[in-house]
């Protein structure tokens, strides 16, 4: 069958599905006992009543908010002059894909980072890379699920402002089944 006839067919069924969906059933039945049901009403069939289609309809959720590293209330004003902290890449949840185990992993913040500041990049909390780039590649990360985070820091240990963590998967070939 050629593109045009099979798109043509394509656009029949899916502009007659309505008319399908909103047909009448008719429930007959015959000498027999036997129980027949159609979309044709006939001398003895009687309207079958559908109850209502059940629908879904899912609850808003609220972003998380940020929260700020522990004990940087009691040290530093309110605000920490940084408004977003964040893992870029990979994005929550996302399985990554790489035999290697290489990983880029992109973060930001708004404003960018300040002079003296300098991000820090948390693997399952400990830190695994650090400096002033927004972009980190991580090498040797095996199959597995690992948290994210980053935070700003002034030094080596002086945490400004930190992100929420952020999970993400990495899947590899394994050598089991190595076709999957």
Do not use: W
Not at 74 to 101: C, F, K, L, M, W
Not at 110 to 124: K, N
Not at 141 to 162: F, K, M, N, S, T
């Amino acid at each position: 069958m050629s593109q045009g006839r099979l798109l043509i067919a394509g656009l029949v069924i899916v502009f007659a599905l309505p008319l399908v969906v909103q047909a009448q059933i008719y429930r007959h039945v015959d000498e027999d006992g036997t129980v027949r049901f159609t979309d044709q009403p006939g001398p003895d069939a009687e309207e079958v009543e559908l109850d209502q289609v059940p629908t879904y309809q899912p609850r808003r959720v609220e972003p998380r908010p940020r929260r700020t590293p522990a004990g940087a209330d009691e040290e530093r004003p309110a605000t920490s002059g940084y408004s977003e902290v964040n893992v870029i890449a990979p994005a929550h949840e996302e399985a990554v894909r790489d035999n290697q185990g290489n990983v880029t992993v992109r973060v930001g913040s708004r404003p960018e980072v300040a002079d003296d500041h300098q991000y820090q990049l948390l693997l399952d909390g400990e830190v695994v890379a650090q400096g002033r780039g927004t972009t980190f590649q991580l090498e040797n990360v095996h199959r597995g699920e690992y948290r994210l985070q980053v935070r700003i820091v002034r030094g080596e240990d002086d945490v400004v402002a930190e992100s929420e963590p952020s999970t993400f998967f990495m899947l590899q070939a394994s050598r089991l089944s190595p076709t999957r």
